[in-house]
């Protein structure tokens, strides 16, 4: 059992780390360039993006962490600005219904199969 | 079962449909409306003449507010410029220009030519300060009250219609 | 001149589809057991006209008719020729055209080629087909006409975007047009299936080699797409989960999910139903693809032209092509009762199945959610590349390991089979020496990995196997060899991918860990209808002592006005050096992006192995059938 939960949290913990991305970069990388058609502030040049980059690097160095600086983005120009969806109440289904549908068709799949158990 | 399977499929589907239908109605251009009803931030920016700084919890003072973020460089600005000097008119209305990213004595050559709307003129160098209330292209408008309450945010040069709408917020 | 080529071909095609349609529908409940030849006369005839119409249009181009509205809008004098003729289907009326020509081609080469005797599925087939060839004639005669004709005649285009000016992009939209709009031709044909009921083989045997070409086209096309962003959009990614790029991929997880439930139906075996709803889907999903692009309800760095007034006729065609395929398969489907036991290849089939479903699900909704919580709430949210990855990575892992194990079970067996052996062994050594070299911290990723490697072991054992008994059903090793080099090399370059960001002078030297970076000279040039600005640099590697030459663009394009930033690739066989560099206005530093982008062409090659099986498997059958 106690295998059993040092496995679940191991995986866990170990979830988000890959990529060797310093701070700055892996936030420019979740931020939208809001007056570019579909690029991060990380691959934009454009004047709000060059604006951006420099305030988000202001406040890494006010040490700020991820989750503060995103905040403050999406306070001041809402949701749109964060390419990783937060986790609210207009989100739960986005993150919730993939992982119901593939409950649902293994539950199907189960049925189909169990037809023949001989 | 099969008939019901049949119904299913059809009512999802006609949901799936009547959304997309109305999606294509939907306001293409970002605006950042979710900010109108809060409070912008009391931070210190940056007078335009000399080195002073001044705080927006100064606007309390002010019955009314409308901080324009501007530039020389700006095409939409100049078009919209005699509408700010048609609304610096109004007397409970204070005027703030924000001079976003701009070279000083092209700025001053701007509002010697068409105009000086502003009762107070600050500038944003490097736009950062702008961040703060949202700004991420230029034109733009804030109307705020004495609470610092945003009531009305303009994205793009402000027209008749926008004069026309804060003139009623503001005379009631 | 051409203009009237083009017109008058177009509406003759239009008339001879209507004397199809009544034609075939009236056939279809004859009792004629034999196919008219007249069909023959007139689909040939019919597909002559629309290549007329096309020819037309690309001659307008080529001769630079500026009398012609597309022409004037998408072309220029000054563009190369190449580029001329690519700019026919480089914009909405003539992509449509190019629909048209597909869905045409498609039309007469099923029935030439098809070796099917049943008269009514073959009639059926073409009603259905030409129903479709139909509507959007209307629309593009209607609403979109590529010989539209403008007075006076002025004597210079509008110019075509320099972005779309690559030999990668040019070819891209034609090949992914024979892979989702020859999905039609399986779509007409499932509709017909059940309406004349032919039976499981035959309907296996008659979609298969379209399923197999659309495959191939829709997967060539996506790579090429891909190839075209890494070496045209300069950020050093070749996948953005962007929702025209989403568009492709959907109709692709269901021509594999279809491709392999064929196997299974052509056996007899069963997912007979299955079949037919995923034909229907493929092509579905085709459609609704393009009408997410083209109605402009979504935000994307490939903008096509967009206008509501397309996206509502798009619209309308989508819900009568799904309402009236839902009518056909709840009226005509047979009723199945088939069982499938558990440790079976076929339940393997029926998993990736899932598979396939479920990603399509996963990025149908990514991609839909902000359209409709924008409809729905009017709040705006973004879903980006950071949701794909979350929740499909995951998934890759049973995926992987189900590819593996699955082909060496037997049909319609319930043996099981052997977890432990040679091939695990060796896989573990492998991905322990992968790890060792790697160092990669998260268990997710080396789970991964390891599973990758799995399937690449195993895969390439099967291959010794099969050679050894001459057996020739390489296809599958092949294609599953393909995926599994793909996913273990997007994640060994995702881990080592390295960049570096700085600003720097002409002159000055910039030195990171391995590497030193010296901006030796600045070149300025005026080409035909552009000018650069042209940095030369020098790149050594500390450890390495390799030099490298590498020379980014900005680029000032004059019609239309466009600044582009060309990125500088030195590509090797291990490993690609990827720069890019912007001027920060007003002053003379130049920010420089500096990337080291490791297996980039293991990366396509895997895909190209991918696409392989699927083209070997089309000409194996070919072979069988004349035997």
């Known amino acids: ?118 | ?172 | 001149m051409s203009n009237y080529f083009g017109n008058y071909s177009l509406c003759i095609a239009l008339i001879l589809s209507i004397y199809l349609i009544f034609k075939s529908y009236f056939d279809a409940n004859s009792e004629n057991k034999n196919l008219d030849k007249n069909y023959i006369l007139i689909t040939s005839i019919q597909t002559l006209m629309i290549l007329i119409s096309f020819v037309s249009l690309v001659t307008a181009f080529i001769i630079s008719d500026f009398s012609n509205v597309t022409v004037f809008n998408n072309s220029h004098t000054l563009k190369p020729l190449f580029y001329k003729i690519a700019g026919t289907w480089g914009n909405h009326e003539g992509s449509l055209l190019l629909w048209i020509n597909i869905l045409v081609l498609f039309s007469s080469l099923f029935l030439f080629i098809n070796k099917n005797n049943d008269k009514d599925f073959k009639i059926l087939t073409l009603l259905f087909q030409n129903i479709l060839i139909i509507i959007f004639l209307i629309f593009l005669l209607s609403n979109s006409n590529p010989f539209s004709k403008l007075f006076p005649i002025p004597l210079e285009g509008l110019g075509l975007n320099p972005i779309l000016q690559d030999p990668a992009l040019a070819i891209h939209p034609p090949l992914l047009y024979v892979g989702f709009v020859g999905s039609s031709i399986y779509f007409s044909a499932a509709l017909a299936a059940l309406i004349s009921k032919i039976d499981s083989k035959s309907l296996a045997i008659s979609i298969k080699p379209w399923v197999l070409i659309s495959w191939f086209f829709q997967t060539v096309g996506i790579l090429v797409g891909s190839i075209w962003a890494y070496y045209e959009l300069g950020w050093g990614g070749y996948w953005f989960w962007d929702p025209v790029e989403n568009s492709s991929l959907m109709p692709w997880f269901v021509m594999t999910a279809l491709l392999h439930s064929i196997l299974v139906l052509e056996r007899k075996i069963g997912l007979y139903s299955w079949v037919i709803i995923l034909s229907i889907l493929t092509f579905t999903m085709s459609v609704t693809g393009t009408f997410l692009v083209r109605s402009g309800i979504l935000n994307s760095v490939h903008t096509f032209a967009s206008d509501p007034s397309r996206g509502l006729f798009i619209l309308s065609f989508l819900i009568l092509m799904v309402f009236f395929s839902i009518y056909v398969f709840f009226k005509f489907a047979p009723f199945e009762n088939k069982k499938y036991s558990i440790f079976s290849k076929e339940t393997f089939i029926i998993a990736n199945n899932w598979f396939m479903i479920f990603f399509l699900g996963v990025v149908l909704i990514g991609t839909l959610y902000p359209v409709f919580l924008d409809t729905i709430t009017g709040s705006k949210i973004s879903v980006g590349p950071p949701y794909y990855n979350l929740i499909l990575a995951p998934f890759l892992i049973p995926l992987l390991f189900l590819m593996t194990s699955g082909p060496n079970y037997k049909w319609i067996s319930n043996e099981t089979k052997s977890f432990f052996n040679f091939v695990l062994v060796l896989s573990v050594i492998l991905f322990l020496i992968t790890f060792f070299i790697v160092k990669e911290s998260s268990f997710l990723l080396n789970l991964i990995l390891f599973f990758s490697i799995y399937l690449i072991t195993q895969t390439l054992f099967d291959f010794y196997e099969s050679f050894k008994k001459r057996n020739i059903n390489i296809s599958r090793i092949i294609s599953h060899l393909g995926f599994g080099l793909l996913i273990f090399f997007i994640y060994i370059n995702h881990i080592f991918s390295l960049e570096n960001n700085f600003n720097l002078k002409l002159g000055e030297v910039k030195k990171t860990n391995n590497y030193v970076i010296k901006f030796n000279n600045l070149e300025e040039q005026s080409i035909k209808n552009y000018k650069s600005v042209i940095g030369h640099f020098n790149i050594s590697n500390k450890k390495t002592l390799r030099s490298q030459e590498l020379k980014p663009e900005i680029r000032l394009y004059d019609k239309p006005v466009i600044i582009t930033y060309e990125a500088s690739i030195d590509s090797n066989l291990f490993s690609d050096t990827y720069l890019t560099m912007s001027n920060i206005s007003e002053t003379n530093v130049f920010n420089i992006k500096f990337q080291i982008k490791p297996f980039m062409n293991f990366i396509w090659f895997s895909v190209l192995l991918l696409s392989l099986g699927g083209i070997l498997n089309f000409f194996k059958r070919n072979k069988n059938e004349t035997n």
Request: hydrophobic residues 40%.
């Open chain 1, 1 to 118: 059992m106690k295998k059993k939960i040092f496995l679940i949290l191991f995986f866990l913990i170990t979830f988000e780390s890959y990529g060797y991305e310093n701070l700055d970069n892996q936030i420019l990388k979740n931020l939208r360039c809001l007056v570019c058609q579909g690029q991060t502030v990380h691959d934009s040049n454009s004047e709000f993006a060059l604006t951006i980059k420099s305030v988000v690097k202001d406040k890494i160095s006010e040490g700020k962490n991820e989750k503060e600086i995103y905040d403050f983005l999406s306070e001041k120009y809402g949701d749109w600005i964060l390419l990783n969806p937060p986790l609210k109440k207009n989100s739960y289904l986005l993150w919730f219904l993939p992982y119901f549908i593939f409950v649902l068709g293994i539950i199907f799949l189960f049925f189909l199969l169990k037809k023949t158990k001989n």
């Open chain 2, 1 to 172: 079962m099969k008939q019901i399977n049949y119904i299913i499929v059809s009512i999802l589907f006609s949901a799936i449909f009547v959304i997309l239908y109305l999606s294509l109605g939907n306001e293409k251009i970002y605006d950042t409306e979710d900010l109108v009803g809060k409070k912008i931030p009391e931070v210190e920016i940056n007078l335009f003449e000399t080195s002073g700084v001044l705080n927006t919890k100064e606007f309390t003072n002010n019955e009314f507010t409308i901080l324009n973020f501007w530039a020389s460089w700006c095409a939409p600005c100049r078009k919209e410029h005699p509408n700010l000097v048609r609304l610096s008119k109004i007397t409970n209305l204070k005027m703030v220009g924000i001079n976003f990213k701009d070279d000083k004595s092209n700025a001053k050559n701007f509002l010697q030519e068409n105009g000086n709307p502003f009762d107070i003129l600050a500038k944003d160098k490097l736009g950062k300060k702008s961040v703060n209330f949202g700004i991420y292209g230029i034109p733009e408008t804030i109307l705020i009250d004495s609470e610092l309450k945003i009531l009305k945010k303009y994205i793009g040069p402000l027209n008749i219609k926008d004069i026309n709408e804060i003139r009623k917020i503001v005379k009631k």
